[in-house]
């Protein structure tokens, strides 16, 4: 009998219904109607892969991002693995990141054959680039930081350490899009920057989706080869590839919430910033730096906390969807074992993993809420 079942999401779950939930999906698509028009369009069209709604999404992102390219993809996790195809990194290579990232990173790397070479985290949650060179090899081809919650990496000193060395630079911007850095788009500054479109991130489509950003040409090509069998046309083909297209109908779905993108992402920025304002002051909580010269949009509103498993059911018996993303880095998680790091390898991020907590912030959310949050962490340290 099989053992690993197919599992819903805990994210999906809305069993018990917490009045103050990170789910916001039902919400955010009841507009639905008006896309099921536009699939009953596409259904009288009949272009179901790689149609027109895909090379119109495609425009956009360049538009939005300023990239020269854009490629749709079926995931995220695509987006990652098939730049990193696209820049030649296999097996006997090695790639750079930070072990406090979601699974899919690491799964990108290590199934084209490289090995994932942890560097530690800053306690802004993303790779430290002071301690990239030091892990850099002969085997080192490419550095792939993640813009954790959409916060920006240091990216000055990670492009500079990655012409230094002559590394390949291809950025998990997966909860990034919108998010700069010095006014320039994440996903723009590596030769690759990928996102996902998963039904948790900020640009959210019915089912798996992601696409890549990039300025070079030749890459730009080996991807659209890459994510389509290899095909420059119907009966040729220059590479042997995979399938990984941006669906049409997916497509269709992120088009249509393209028009109101800024106005999620500015929700969420302001939702954050109340968050920092009312829970600034409470001395067991460590929220992070916010640097003018970077756009966060929170896909994610990550802050430290002391004691943070008890603070964590203390909320959710107040009806408050609390979240850790997540408990374990990937250095220590089973499938890192044979790679043989252990605990203490890399102290900040294990301490992020043991301390960091998620409110919910997502556009929905209402001012009222977020204060009643922020008034049962501050009950939950009066009790001490
Ligand atoms: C969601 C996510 C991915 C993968 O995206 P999918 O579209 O789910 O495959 C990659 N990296 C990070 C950091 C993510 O959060």
Redesign the pocket.
């Known amino acids: 009998m099989a053992s690993i079942k197919n599992f819903l999401p805990q994210q999906y779950e809305t069993t018990g219904e917490l009045p103050i939930n990170h789910n916001y999906l039902i919400e955010q698509f009841a507009d639905y109607p008006t896309i099921l028009e536009k699939i009953g369009e596409l259904v009288k069209r009949g272009d179901y892969t790689l149609g027109r709604e895909v090379d119109a999404f495609e425009q956009r992102i360049c538009e939005l991002t300023g990239s020269s390219h854009a490629i749709g993809v079926g995931?995220?996790?695509d987006a990652?693995f098939l730049s990193l195809k696209a820049l030649d990194v296999g097996e006997g290579d090695e790639v750079i990141t930070t072990p406090y990232?979601?699974f899919?990173?690491i799964g990108a790397i290590a199934t084209t054959g490289a090995r994932p070479v942890f560097v530690d985290a800053n306690w802004d949650y993303n790779i430290d680039p002071t301690k990239i060179e030091a892990a850099i090899t002969k085997k080192t081809k490419a550095v792939l930081p993640?813009h954790w919650g959409g916060y920006s990496c240091d990216m000055d000193a990670i492009t500079d350490v990655c012409r230094k060395h002559g590394l390949k630079l291809v950025e998990?911007s997966?909860?990034g899009i919108r998010a700069s850095y010095r006014n320039k788009a994440l996903g723009t500054f590596g030769d690759t920057g990928c996102f996902?479109m998963?039904p948790l991130?900020n640009l959210n489509v019915w089912g798996?989706g992601?696409y890549i950003v990039t300025d070079d040409e030749k890459i730009a090509d080996h991807l659209r080869l890459l994510r389509n069998h290899g095909l420059a046309n119907r009966n040729e083909a220059q590479v042997w590839a995979y399938n990984s297209r941006l669906d049409t109908l997916q497509a269709i779905v992120a088009n249509h919430l393209l028009d109101k993108i800024d106005v999620v992402t500015d929700a969420r920025i302001s939702h954050a910033a109340l968050y920092d304002e009312l829970l600034g002051g409470i001395p067991e909580l460590t929220v992070p730096d916010r640097p003018d010269y970077i756009k966060q949009v929170y896909h994610i509103y990550v802050i430290r906390a002391e004691r943070r498993d008890e603070l964590q059911s203390y909320l959710i018996e107040q009806g408050i969807d609390v979240k850790v993303h997540y408990p374990l880095p990937m250095h220590l998680q089973p499938a890192s074992a044979s790679y043989g790091y252990s605990e203490g390898d890399f102290p900040v991020a294990e301490e992020l993993c043991r301390s960091v907590v998620s409110f919910p912030v997502h556009e929905f959310i209402t001012e009222e809420q977020i204060r009643l949050v922020a008034k049962s962490v501050k009950e939950f340290y009066a009790k001490g």
Do not use: E, I, Q, Y
Request: aromatic share 6%.
């Open positions: 995931s995220g996790t990652l990232t979601f899919a990173t993640v998990d997966c909860h996902s998963h991130k798996d992601g």
